[in-house]
């Protein structure tokens, strides 16, 4: 099996804001399945029609959590999958899922109150707090988690240890409102689900296997200095090499691919169809409201007639290049934006929701969910892109613009650091910066795709991923960026750094710095000198793990249309549905976290809308995919 990889972009222009509110858009040229903002019809216009309880569009977490939750009640379902392959962004996903007062945190003795989960969105999203929505999302999200862990194939692992972002937020949380799904072995899966299901993204598994941060990430860099760590590595790597040869992918899986390999698992178990390569082409309404989608299967048109409604969760539109120049700033042609997810992800869900009435939120504070990514330079010509997580918070490292100083705690969080690099780039200049290391940094830890050792480095220079000097003001010139403005930084950096300080922007100050760190290196985690040449450095652009501006809907999921009032029998969860945190990033795992739970409800609510009909088995000729 081929691994995905990231089609490639052009370099960014200098660019300025762009502000305002555009009425809905057309489907972008490139990645357009036919949806366009008058998709609607009110009569099927094909033979092939099949009744169905739920219509779910889009199979990442969203999508396959709605469809679950309705099949376990007796609904009969199916997933219509534009890609080829199942999980959407979820697959190429850290996994993560911000889920406060879960089963699992009360197990382990972490019983906080309601009340303060609340205070700290109150505080983070401001005015642009959502109380039913968010109300909703408190007292279903621990409900979800038990569901699946109780009643499904999903089975999850706290995130005890795993703070919010910002510590100094009222309300905020030290640990315990984290899951992730428990590492999952893909043999479990019926082989046709396995052909469909999507590999982990290019950049960040190593020779196509995943590794999850935490024990795991820490054993692959202590392989060479632990001998428990290089005999975890040793097993994986074995294994992993051996799945290779039988099964041309990696089927130990974790992160956001085990959340779907679990959860297509569910599925199954439940009799959910996916159908892949087969995009919802247009919705159907009769007597206002929703019956019907119309799919564009690989054996032709198909109409599927949903009794209980049709869910949109198809991805939200990070590689929608109009849209992004509409609502994105410093985007000024659309195409200065690296997004993370596939690129099927653009924008079919709004577009179908637009097209019934449905309108997409443009109040949010960021429009983007953003993430810092490099691009990567492949031998075959495409170009990937590199989300920077972890190595932001390593001991030995800072982020400067082209003046050559710095500009954020790059311990913070990802979302924060390009929020910061944004505000802090002049208009009229590329908005980059440059992540910069030292040799000892690069061998311990790797900088971006770079591995550190024993793997070898040097091939990313010759590509010039990478960049290099002798000294600061060599590195400086090789980036392009300002020599003096660069030595200087790093000369203050050290001084204080040679004492585990950073007065210019407390890297190492809050329980999440200290969680991406190194415990090993004290007494800050998060601090040490940049010293030992050579230099190395990586530009560091825009990107994103998705969007944030979605659909308007209510506490049920339900779409709105511009009265406020909910659409019939239209549902949107996942980035289809506007974010909840109003266009903030208050901790990790909000996007997969409501997510799930807003799927969770939206399929609780469509089974709730009558008693499900005895479900049929189909004659395998009625399966378009």
């Known amino acids: 099996m081929q691994t995905p990889t990231s089609p490639a972009q052009t370099e960014p222009s200098p660019c300025s804001a762009t502000a305002g509110s555009p009425p809905p858009l057309a489907p972008d040229p490139v990645c357009s399945t036919g949806v366009s903002p008058r998709a609607s019809s009110r009569v099927p216009t094909r033979r092939s029609t099949r009744d169905v309880d739920l219509v779910v569009v889009g199979s990442g977490a969203a999508g396959l959590s709605a469809a679950v939750t309705a099949a376990h009640r007796g609904l009969s379902v199916v997933v219509l999958e534009k890609?080829?392959?199942?999980?959407?962004?979820t697959a190429w996903s850290g996994g993560w899922m911000w889920v406060p007062r879960n089963p699992l945190a009360r197990a382990a003795g972490i019983d906080e109150p309601r009340e303060t989960v609340r205070t700290y969105l109150e505080h983070e999203l401001g005015e642009r707090f959502d109380g039913p929505r968010i109300d909703a999302f408190l007292d279903a999200a621990p409900q979800?988690?038990?569901?699946?862990?109780?009643?499904?194939?999903?089975?999850?692992e706290p995130g005890n240890a795993i703070p919010d972002i910002h510590a100094d937020t009222p309300g905020a949380g030290s640990g315990g409102r984290s899951l992730i799904a428990a590492p999952f072995d893909a043999r479990e899966l019926a082989p046709a689900t396995l052909h469909k299901l999507r590999t982990?993204?290019?950049?960040?598994?190593?020779?196509?296997?995943?590794?999850?941060?935490?024990?795991?990430?820490?054993?692959?860099?202590?392989?060479?200095?632990?001998?428990?760590?290089?005999?975890?590595?040793?097993?994986?790597?074995?294994?992993?090499?051996?799945?290779?040869v039988r099964h041309r992918r990696a089927m130990q899986l974790v992160n956001g691919v085990a959340l779907i390999g679990r959860l297509a698992k569910a599925a199954d178990d439940l009799g959910v169809e996916t159908w892949v390569s087969s995009p919802a082409n247009r919705l159907i309404e009769e007597q206002g409201r929703v019956t019907a989608v119309v799919a564009r299967t690989p054996r032709g048109d198909v109409t599927l007639r949903a009794r209980c409604g049709v869910v949109l969760a198809a991805g939200g539109f990070p590689w929608h290049v109009a849209r992004r120049k509409a609502m994105f700033p410093r985007t000024p042609t659309g195409e200065e934006h690296w997004p993370l997810p596939p690129a099927s992800a653009c924008g079919d869900g709004l577009a179908l929701g637009e097209s019934v009435g449905g309108g997409v939120d443009h109040s949010l504070y960021s429009p983007v969910a953003w993430a810092p990514v490099s691009l990567v330079p492949w031998r075959d010509g495409s170009v990937g892109h590199f989300p920077h997580i972890i190595d932001r918070g390593k001991p030995g490292l800072i982020g400067v613009l082209a003046n050559g100083k710095r500009f954020v705690n790059e311990a913070s969080g990802y979302y924060d650091y390009v929020d910061a690099m944004l505000k802090a780039v002049p208009d009229g200049e590329?908005?980059?910066?440059?992540l910069v290391c030292d040799h000892r940094f690069q061998r311990r830890y790797g900088i971006g795709i770079t591995r550190p050792f024993p793997l070898p480095f040097r091939h990313w220079i010759a590509r010039g991923y990478l960049k290099r000097g002798d000294t600061p003001a060599a590195l400086a010139r090789a980036c392009g960026i300002d020599a003096e403005g660069l030595t200087q930084t790093l000369a203050t950096y050290n001084e204080a750094a040679r004492r585990g300080e950073d007065p210019a922007f407390l890297r190492g100050s809050t329980p999440y710095n200290r969680k991406q760190g190194d415990p090993g290196v004290t007494p800050n985690p998060c601090i040490a000198p940049i010293e030992h040449g050579p230099f190395y450095a990586i530009r560091v652009v825009p990107g994103s793990f998705g969007t944030f501006a979605g659909l308007t809907c209510d506490e049920h999921a339900r779409v709105l249309d511009a009265d406020g009032r909910p659409i019939a029998g239209l549902y949107a969860a996942?980035?289809?549905?506007?974010?909840?945190?109003?266009?903030?990033?208050?901790?990790?795992?909000?996007?997969?976290?409501?997510?799930?739970?807003?799927?969770?409800?939206?399929?609780?609510h469509a089974a709730a809308q009558g008693t499900a009909p005895q479900r049929r088995s189909l004659n395998v000729n009625e399966r378009p995919a």
Not at 144 to 156: K, P, S, Y
Not at 430 to 434: E, G, K, L, Q, Y
Request: glycine share 12%; with cysteine.
């Open 430 to 434: 590329a908005v980059c910066s440059w």
């Open 200 to 244: 982990t993204m290019r950049e960040t598994a190593f020779l196509g296997m995943p590794i999850q941060a935490g024990p795991d990430l820490a054993a692959f860099l202590n392989a060479t200095r632990s001998a428990s760590a290089f005999v975890h590595v040793t097993k994986r790597m074995t294994r992993h090499l051996w799945d290779l």
């Open 574 to 604: 996942g980035t289809d549905m506007a974010s909840i945190m109003g266009g903030f990033y208050p901790a990790g795992g909000i996007n997969l976290g409501p997510a799930m739970t807003f799927g969770f409800i939206a399929g609780r």
């Open 144 to 156: 979800m988690a038990e569901f699946f862990h109780d009643h499904t194939a999903l089975r999850f």
């Open 83 to 89: 890609a080829d392959r199942l999980g959407g962004a």
